[in-house]
């Protein structure tokens, strides 16, 4: 069983950068496709950014060119940096690996300011 622990949501101004943080609890981090979701109020749930254990990464067409995905093996650490924020990317973000199963973190919350 993988656990995931999401930190390093908060309040932010428009325009501002904000870096979230997935720790995971096992080894087995290393050869899971750990992703970024959100979900705002009233809305689905919609992928942010994917990075597979190579290193390969996939953005929304949103929050390409603002976002950027990246993990830590050894630390078994996912990470989310997030420039020029907007007011539209307020939501929960919750952390995702996906080996054989499929995990998820408990949620942090993003609110932006405009």
């Known amino acids: 069983q993988v656990q995931l622990v999401e930190s390093g949501g908060g309040l932010v101004q428009a325009g501002g950068s904000l870096r979230l943080s997935c720790a995971a609890s096992e080894r087995a981090f290393s050869i899971s496709v750990m992703g970024w979701y959100r979900q705002a109020p009233g809305k689905q749930r919609e992928l942010v950014a994917l990075?597979?254990?190579?290193?390969?990464?996939t953005y929304a067409d949103s929050v390409k060119g603002r976002f950027t995905i990246s993990r830590d093996n050894a630390a078994n650490t996912a990470y989310l940096q997030m420039n020029s924020l907007k007011s539209e990317d307020t939501a929960v973000y919750y952390c995702?690996?996906?080996?054989?199963?499929?995990?998820w973190g408990q949620g942090t919350q993003v609110t932006v300011s405009s």
């Open positions: 995702n690996a996906q080996n054989t199963y499929t995990y």
């Open positions: 990075i597979t254990p190579g290193g390969r990464t």
